[in-house]
């Protein structure tokens, strides 16, 4: 594994935060509350994704990962899942040549077997495309659930050691949708919600929450650094005492 856990180490407490990752709650509410269709939030928040993207690049964070589609949210209107497949297909269209000529690594991790043929596709050339960029990396979560990627983890390891019983954290961690990231240091959630919503659950253990009631759609660089500037307020002991954090700092 590249990168320790926190429960089994004490990681770096970096000022700013080396990876970021976001709940984009909000675009519908931030449509409706103009009298304008659920679908017109979305399509403002893929420009609100660009521009966080351009923010964290320039502020040296080095992952981004965001909650673009649960495995929960299949339960949404079939007309509303629908758009909002097509507006996956449109920004991967979009934005991937962008993200390359920025040196830009995307990453999309989740379930993707339920997705069309050609999105996957897409998704697949992607990754390809920007897989050396090394300025920052994006991840979209699509299809995704913190359970679905604890469960699918522990079914890979079970079936690479048959036989065995006892495992630990350092055996499952490899094979989590992310373990080619460290774990998270901040995470912001928009919308005015105050949860995680089965995001990233493992990951979540030690990350500084942030909650702001500002709908995804209105989310930009001055929203970012007053997130960053909450989290470079709190003392991240990790299981450590206040004198121990300030001891050995």
Not at 26 to 52: I, L, S
Request: with cysteine; aromatic share 10%; proline share 4%.
């Amino acid at each position: 594994m590249k990168y320790s856990s926190s429960t089994t180490a004490v990681p770096d407490a970096p000022k700013v935060p080396r990876h970021l990752a976001i709940i984009m709650d909000g675009n519908g509410r931030w449509a409706t509350k103009r009298f304008m269709p659920r679908v017109a939030g979305h399509v403002k928040g893929v420009e609100a994704v660009r521009t966080v993207v351009e923010a964290c690049a320039a502020r040296g964070i080095e992952y981004l990962t965001v909650f673009a589609f649960s495995s929960e949210n299949w339960r949404r209107p079939e007309e509303e899942v629908s758009l909002l497949m097509k507006l996956f297909v449109t920004a991967l269209e979009r934005e991937v040549s962008k993200m390359h000529a920025n040196n830009i690594r995307l990453k999309v991790v989740g379930d993707l077997s339920r997705f069309d043929a050609k999105l996957q596709e897409m998704i697949a050339n992607a990754e390809r495309k920007t897989a050396n960029n090394t300025r920052m990396t994006v991840t979209v979560c699509a299809n995704y659930g913190g359970r679905w990627d604890i469960m699918q983890a522990i079914g890979k390891m079970v079936a690479e050691h048959p036989g065995v019983t006892d495992f630990s954290e350092e055996q499952l961690a490899p094979y989590l949708s992310m373990a080619y990231a460290p774990e998270p240091d901040l995470f912001i959630r928009t919308g005015g919600e105050e949860r995680i919503s089965n995001f990233l659950l493992w990951q979540l253990a030690y990350t500084e929450l942030h909650f702001t009631d500002t709908y995804w759609p209105d989310f930009n660089a001055e929203r970012l650094d007053e997130a960053i500037a909450s989290y470079q307020n709190r003392e991240r002991r990790f299981g450590r005492t206040g004198d121990q954090v300030a001891q050995k700092s």
